[in-house]
Antibody
Framework: EVQLVESGGGLVKPGGSLRLSCAAS????????MSWVRQAPGTGLEWVGR??????????DYTAPVKGRFIISRDDSVSTLYLQMSSLKTEDTAVYYC????????????WGQGTLVTVSS | SYVLTQPPSVSVAPGKTASITCGGN??????VHWYQQKSGQAPVLVIY???DRPSGIPERFSGSNSGNTATLTISRVEAGDEADYYC???????????FGGGTKLTVL
C-alpha cells in the first residue's frame, strides 16, 4: 500500500524558514516523480513544484510565487521528499501535500494527508 | 499561463446525474485529471487521462474532454459524493501543473 506521510509543519514568523518532509513507503520511491501541492485555508489547490527521479535527471520546477524561495529535494536512500521553504510570507500559510506525480497523462496519483504551515507574527 | 475555469457550485438530488465542467483554451488537446476532496481530507484522483478511472473508483464516475470543455459526470449521485472537485492539466508551455478553481458539489 502506498503511504505518504508529511511532517514538519508549524507556526513560523514572516521571513522565517521551515523544512517539510514527506516519508514514502509501499512503492519504489527512487523511480517516482514527486510533487508538492498546497491549499490555503478555504481556497483551492495550488501546485507548488515537483522533482523528477534522479534517473530521469532530477530536474525541479516551481510555480512562480515560490520560485527562488522554495527548494524541493529528495533522499532516495531514506525514501523521503523535502520542501525547504525560506523567506516565508503570510500568503504561504496553507496545508502542504506531497503526491506521487504520474506525469502529464496520469496526474497526481497518491497523496499524503498534509501538514499545516502557518506564517504569522 | 493556462487557465482552467470551473463553476463554483453544482447541486443535484440523490440518484440523479451531476455534471461538472472545466473550461480551458483547446483543453481537448490536453489530458485532464479530476480530484475529489471531501471536507478535511486530502484530494483523491477519481479520473485521469480524460476518462480513465483509478482502481477503486466506482463506475458511476466518468469523464469526457473535447474542444474547450472537459466534463466530470457522476451518475446515480449519493450523499457520500458531496465534496469539492478539481480539474487539472499539465501546462507544457510553462512546465506547470494547473488546477481549476474547484466546484463544490452539493447533494440535496
Amino acid at each position: 500500500e502506498v503511504q505518504l506521510v508529511e511532517s514538519g509543519g508549524g507556526l513560523v514568523k514572516p521571513g522565517g524558514s521551515l523544512r517539510l518532509s514527506c516519508a514514502a513507503s509501499g512503492f519504489t520511491f527512487s523511480n517516482a516523480w514527486m510533487s508538492w501541492v498546497r491549499q490555503a485555508p478555504g481556497t483551492g489547490l495550488e501546485w507548488v513544484g515537483r522533482i523528477e527521479s534522479e534517473t530521469d535527471g532530477g530536474t525541479t520546477d516551481y510555480t512562480a510565487p515560490v520560485k527562488g524561495r522554495f527548494i524541493i529535494s529528495r533522499d532516495d536512500s531514506v525514501s523521503t521528499l523535502y520542501l525547504q521553504m525560506s523567506s516565508l510570507k503570510t500568503e504561504d500559510t496553507a496545508v502542504y501535500y506531497c503526491a506521487t506525480d504520474g506525469g502529464s497523462d496520469s496526474g497526481l496519483v497518491n497523496w499524503g494527508q498534509g501538514t499545516l504551515v502557518t506564517v504569522s507574527s | 499561463s493556462y487557465v482552467l475555469t470551473q463553476p463554483p457550485s453544482v447541486s443535484v438530488a440523490p440518484g440523479k446525474t451531476a455534471s461538472i465542467t472545466c473550461g480551458g483554451n483547446n483543453i481537448g488537446t490536453k489530458s485532464v485529471h479530476w480530484y475529489q476532496q471531501k471536507s478535511g481530507q486530502a484530494p483523491v484522483l477519481v479520473i485521469y487521462y480524460d476518462s480513465d478511472r483509478p482502481s477503486g473508483i466506482p463506475e458511476r464516475f466518468s469523464g469526457s474532454n473535447s474542444g474547450n470543455t472537459a466534463t466530470l459526470t457522476i451518475s446515480r449521485v449519493e450523499a457520500g459524493d458531496e465534496a469539492d472537485y478539481y480539474c487539472q492539466v499539465w501546462d507544457s508551455s510553462n512546465d506547470h501543473w494547473v488546477f481549476g478553481g474547484g466546484t463544490k458539489l452539493t447533494v440535496l
